[in-house]
């Protein structure tokens, strides 16, 4: 079994509404749907910013 961990964050109320639309009907409301959807979002996230070139360089996140 995979560990877990519970985070807490604040997202754009517009970006969770279309992310919760889009996930809900992918996953059908199963149990632990939005939490598979979340995971496989971060996954993509991370392979996309390791497939163009991310060299661990931090970067201001307010532009």
Partial sequence: ??????????VKI??????RK???TKFFFKSGW???????AMNLWIDNEIANGFNGESYDIKK
Avoid: Q
């Avoid at 079994?1 to 604040?10: H, Y």
């Avoid at 517009?14 to 992310?19: A, I, K, R, V, Y």
């Fill in 1 to 10: 079994m995979k560990k877990t961990k519970r985070v807490t964050i604040s």
């Fill in 14 to 19: 517009d970006t969770d509404l279309e992310f």
């Fill in 22 to 24: 889009i996930a809900s």
């Fill in 34 to 40: 939005y939490s598979k959807a979340i995971d496989e």
